[in-house]
């Protein structure tokens, strides 16, 4: 378990904030380091060529540990879109196989493929939410030869539902089709280990559980799909790319491993600093430790909600990092502009309240949060 870490984040004390599904805080040594990167540009004669790769390679390596994959299987990227456009581009597929999705997925893992559906003629399948919120059983019961590729997440961003990626990836390639996953709401907060779960694709941005900057994400190819097609053609992912006198003998050839999906300006010098000092306290603090003192934090609050009539995620088909609350009356219309107005923030997702906290919450935010649904189902 980890002690409230309230201190390392600007969080005045009268704001509970439960958003992280949205957007986190800012840590003040990610906020430092973007500063400092800012200053970069003022002086670019400070700026050598080594840097547009070393920065880089510092957080493609922290990534990678992140998620038990080596530096070189990693890509930057500037969103999950992007990412996912990535491994649109590179599966193959044709005319009648299928892809599987979740209903209400989040749109950045769904727009890519119905456009690769439209295209190749093959057909999206979407698994519809278990009446039980038990996903894993259905998505395999989903899974026979005519799929290509399931593109999934590692829990959902409407209400935490949990996926079960070992077994689903077990399956999928028991059938030969291929795993994309888009982890933007789990990844940091949840541990995850490619050597386990063997993804085809693992795409994520930073802002959320990740503690990052906006604008900035990663991807994990799988040694098989490190030859593919970037979806741009920049100069600094080419062979060679280091030697900057030298870039007119244009290269045919790319970096070695995933790089060759880097996008263009991969270098940049005040995010690249953020994602790393961000990534650098999620390793200190360690995933699994993070998970559980969330999981702590969330069945606390789940425990007091259902006592007003919430009905949450049954806790062993829910990331303990993501509470989703639905109530059997719907939820009061202006739930959410009643919590901010007493500084309490959270997000409603579908039919699903969503409280998504982090290690800066505390048992007093805990308190003002109940009380205020308390307030709101009251009035209603
Ligand atoms: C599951 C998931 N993926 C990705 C994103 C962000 O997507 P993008 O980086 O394409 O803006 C979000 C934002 O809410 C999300 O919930």
């Given at each position: 378990m980890i002690s409230c870490q309230r201190h390392l984040f600007d969080i005045p004390d009268h704001i509970a904030y439960y958003n992280c599904g949205y957007m986190s805080p800012q840590l003040n040594s990610v906020r430092e380091a973007g500063y400092a990167g800012v200053d970069v540009k003022s002086s670019?004669?400070?700026?050598?060529?080594?840097d547009f790769f070393s920065q880089p390679d510092k957080a493609r390596s922290l990534f990678a540990k992140l998620i038990n994959a080596?530096?070189?299987?990693v890509a930057i990227i500037p969103s999950a879109s992007y990412g996912l456009a990535i491994a649109a581009k590179n599966v193959n597929i044709s005319a009648g196989q299928k892809i599987l999705v979740l209903d209400e997925q989040f749109p950045s893992n769904i727009y890519c493929w119905q456009d690769l559906a439209t295209r190749t003629g093959a057909e999206i399948i979407t698994v519809r939410t278990p009446s039980d919120f038990n996903w894993t059983p259905a998505i395999l019961d989903a899974?026979?030869?005519?799929?290509?590729v399931a593109a999934l997440p590692?829990?959902?961003?409407?209400?935490?539902a949990l996926l079960d990626l070992e077994a689903i990836g077990q399956k999928l390639r028991n059938h030969g089709a291929k795993l994309v996953l888009d982890i933007t709401q789990s990844i940091g907060a949840m541990p995850i280990d490619v050597a386990l779960v063997k993804p085809d694709f693992l795409i994520a941005a930073?802002?959320?559980?990740?503690?990052g900057p906006y604008s900035l994400g990663f991807v994990y190819a799988a040694p098989d799909f490190q030859n593919g097609e970037p979806i741009e053609y920049n100069w600094?992912?080419?062979?060679?790319?280091?030697n900057f006198s030298d870039?007119?003998?244009?290269?045919?050839n790319f970096q070695?491993?995933?790089?060759?999906?880097d996008m263009g300006e991969r270098a940049n010098f005040s995010l690249m600093p953020m994602a790393i000092a961000a990534l650098e306290q999620l390793l200190a603090w360690g995933c699994s430790d993070i998970q559980q003192t969330l999981s702590d934090m969330t069945d606390k609050i789940a425990g007091r909600c259902e006592d007003l009539g919430f009905s949450p995620l049954p806790k062993q088909y829910r990331a303990g990092h993501f509470l989703g609350l639905r109530h059997s009356d719907g939820l009061p219309k202006d739930l959410l502009e009643r919590l901010m107005a007493k500084d309490i923030y959270l997000s409603v997702r579908g039919a699903s309240l969503r409280v998504t906290p982090h290690l800066f919450n505390n048992d007093t935010d805990a308190e003002r949060l109940i009380s205020a649904l308390s307030d709101a189902l009251d009035r209603r």
């Open positions: 670019p004669w400070t700026v050598k060529p080594v080596e530096a070189n299987d899974i026979d030869d005519e799929v290509a590692h829990c959902h961003w409407t209400d935490g930073c802002y959320k559980w990740m503690l600094i992912n080419r062979a060679r790319s280091e870039l007119i003998d244009y290269e045919p070695a491993g995933a790089i060759r999906y």
